[in-house]
């Protein structure tokens, strides 16, 4: 069963270890919950939870580090299943000890893809907020030849046409 360790770490299902940044005021009513891009760290949203706006509204925020990132025990299993679940139990560790707190997601960079993975945990997550598709240079690595092979791949393509049919009655129907 996944935990939370208050101001030290959570516990995911494997009992892996993820360091934690901020507190959460027992007295608020929502969570944020910030998860870092590729190549990130919870310390990319310090500014966000030592923010006193947040603190006088009794909003908590607080980030953790994936797998293999900052402070935490590196692990040779690096892969996107994993991280979804290690976002599922957080979530699941937050709502189990703060039932009555709504969790609000704050996605950064690349985990703004794996929406569709965490949306089916809709019942433990309020609202959704992405943040900036890239928002990390580290995360995206151009040689001199990708970047050839992305500019020979545009100017060939450019007369290409997708055929995609829309049926505009069907999308206008509320």
């Not at 935990?3 to 901020?22: A, C, K, M, V, W």
Request: glycine share 6%; with cysteine; aromatic share 8%.
């Amino acid at each position: 069963m996944p935990e939370y360790i208050e101001n030290r770490h959570f516990i995911t299902s494997d009992q892996y270890e993820l360091s934690t940044l901020g507190t959460i005021d027992k007295t608020g009513q929502d969570i944020i919950l910030a998860v870092h891009d590729l190549y990130g760290s919870k310390e990319n949203f310090a500014g966000l939870i030592n923010n006193a706006i947040w603190a006088k509204h009794k909003v908590s925020v607080i980030a953790f580090n994936q797998r293999n990132i900052g402070d935490n025990v590196p692990t040779r299993i690096k892969n996107v299943g994993i991280l979804v679940n290690d976002i599922i139990d957080v979530i699941t560790a937050l709502k189990n000890k703060y039932e009555q707190q709504r969790i609000v997601l704050l996605l950064e960079g690349f985990s703004c893809g794996l929406i569709n993975l965490l949306l089916e945990q809709k019942p433990l997550i309020e609202k959704v907020i992405f943040v900036n598709p890239i928002t990390n240079s580290n995360g995206i690595r151009f040689s001199i030849l990708s970047k050839i092979g992305i500019g020979f791949g545009f100017l060939f393509n450019l007369n290409k046409i997708l055929k995609i049919h829309i049926d505009y009655q069907l999308l206008s129907q509320n």
